[in-house]
């Protein structure tokens, strides 16, 4: 079986579920359309709008403020070792 190639860009929802910021999608877009994100630094109300490699997540979440750098999308929600592959964590110096 061929493997999945990773997209180009993804919903904003699907990758924060991905990297497992929040446990269902649906709480990742109620937080989007709540105001509790920015990418690259604009605020984002619609969880359908596209991230690709690069862009700078900011979010949030669990009572804590956290900086990401998007480097890969991901095609499903796999353990934390693979999610973690997904990001940079920009507070960790």
Do not use: C
């Not at 990418?39 to 359908?48: I, L, S, T, Y």
């Not at 900086?67 to 960790?92: H, N």
């Amino acid at each position: 079986m061929a493997e999945t190639p990773e997209p180009q860009a993804l919903r904003l929802d699907k990758w924060l579920f991905h990297i497992r910021a929040f446990k269902t999608r649906g709480l990742a877009a109620a937080r989007i359309e709540g105001g509790g994100v920015r990418v690259n630094g604009q605020p984002v109300r619609k969880p359908g709008r596209s991230i690709r490699p690069g862009d700078q997540i900011t979010l949030s979440a669990k009572g804590q403020l956290r900086a990401l750098r998007v480097i890969g999308l991901g095609v499903r929600r796999g353990p934390a070792s693979e999610a973690q592959a997904l990001y940079e964590d920009l507070d960790e110096g």
